[in-house]
């Protein structure tokens, strides 16, 4: 542990947010803490995560995000010579009713608007792209090839690794307990070991967001709700692009499905319950695997004898309206939020590090002033463009 007690930047949390705006600030010359009450970097909700990383988003503060995600990731082995587990391959999203298909459909030139490479394929594309897909009703598609897939367990190393490299310091097992302030500015941390200055406060907390709000005096209006996900054994490389099916399940228990095949062949999978499992429980449930098994073969038959290998449930931490929080803090300096990534933090996660970096080293974020105030704290007042694509 360092003697080193004053700082340009504390960051608190060391998952999907932190760890790569930790990385981008180092690289930007500043000094840098990283507080994380876990053992190692990534172990909260970022090692939960399934790995997609899409700009296929329905507002602007998402897909121009993600775009500089997607810049960060698909570039980084090349530039680093570190493999992160970068499959490109885009993502997909099968339709098979009219009502789906008019949706995404009216929302391609708003996408394109926005930087993306997407468009509408029809049926025989989806086929080739999802060699095996059920074939009864199905209209066509989006198809996004610039997304991708990165390792969940393979990033948080790289980007630490790099962060170190130039100057970034790691406290693990290290839990905040408070926030110093001078008046309306926060000027350092409390922690149960010590405490630290610094001239900007970054909390990126993920699902321990809203337990900060009484230390700040502020309320952070993220509750974390968890999901399930699993993994196969792996097979033959068949399946490019990452899925997304829209279809509400037959079961009445899921809304959305999406899957992939990683580098190592393996089947990744997650699915969006109807009803929400509030909390931080951690325990999987019994039926999730039979629902995700029908899902899985309904659409994919050929999938029928795939051999899975575990499964786990991680958090995501939810606004109200579904869209992060990236904001300086309310009527304090020296302060910025982070927080409610809802789901969404691994792809979201280098470009909000670009944006933060952008915000205190140039005093302004590098987003468009409509995309950035998708993620103003006081969003409320403003009328922005409502998410879809969940």
């Avoid at 190393?157 to 962060?163: D, G, I, P, S």
């Avoid at 309206?321 to 300096?333: F, K, Q, R, S, T």
Wanted: charged share 20%.
């Amino acid at each position: 542990m360092s003697a080193n007690k004053n700082f340009d930047v504390i960051i608190v949390g060391c998952g999907s947010i932190g760890n790569p705006t930790a990385c981008q600030l180092a690289q930007a010359g500043l000094k840098v803490l990283v507080i994380d009450r876990r053992s190692s970097a990534g172990q909260g909700e970022n090692k939960t995560a399934i790995g997609g990383v899409r700009a296929t988003h329905s507002d602007p503060g998402k897909i121009s995000t993600c775009l500089f995600s997607i810049d960060i990731f698909s570039s980084w082995e090349e530039k680093y010579g570190f493999d992160i587990g970068w499959k490109p391959g885009g993502y997909c999203f099968p339709v098979y009713d009219l009502k789906t298909e008019t949706t995404l459909r009216d929302l391609i030139p708003y996408q394109q608007e926005c930087g993306m490479r997407i468009n509408w394929v029809n049926p025989e594309d989806i086929r080739e792209l999802i060699p095996g897909i059920n074939r009864e009703d199905l209209r066509g598609g989006t198809y996004s090839p610039d997304d991708g897939q990165v390792s969940s367990i393979l990033a948080p190393v790289a980007f630490q690794r790099e962060a170190m490299k130039h100057g970034a310091i790691y406290h693990f097992n290290e839990t905040v307990t408070g926030y110093m302030r001078e008046g309306d500015k926060v000027t350092g941390v409390k922690t149960d070991k010590d405490s630290y200055n610094a001239e900007w406060v970054v909390l990126a907390a993920g699902s321990d967001a809203a337990e900060h709000g009484p230390m700040l005096g502020i309320e952070i209006p993220v509750i974390p709700d968890s999901h399930e996900a699993g993994i196969s054994a792996p097979i033959e490389h068949f399946l490019d692009p990452l899925v997304v099916d829209l279809r509400p399940g037959p079961e009445g228990k899921t809304a959305n499905f999406y899957f992939g095949q990683n580098k190592e062949g393996q089947i990744i999978f997650c699915y969006t319950p109807k009803e929400l499992f509030i909390g931080k429980d951690r325990e999987s449930l019994s039926e999730f695997l039979p629902v995700l098994a029908g899902r899985l073969v309904s659409l994919i038959p050929r999938l029928k004898n795939l051999l899975i290998r575990r499964i786990w449930r991680g958090c995501y931490p939810m606004t109200p309206d579904g869209v992060p929080i990236i904001d300086y803090g309310p009527g304090l300096e020296g302060l910025i939020l982070a927080v409610g990534m809802c789901g969404q933090g691994l792809m979201l996660g280098p470009g909000v590090g670009r944006n933060i970096t952008s915000m205190i080293t140039k005093g302004k974020s590098c987003l468009s002033s409509e995309a950035q105030n998708c993620f103003i704290y006081e969003r409320d007042l403003l009328d922005t463009k409502t998410e879809t694509l969940k």
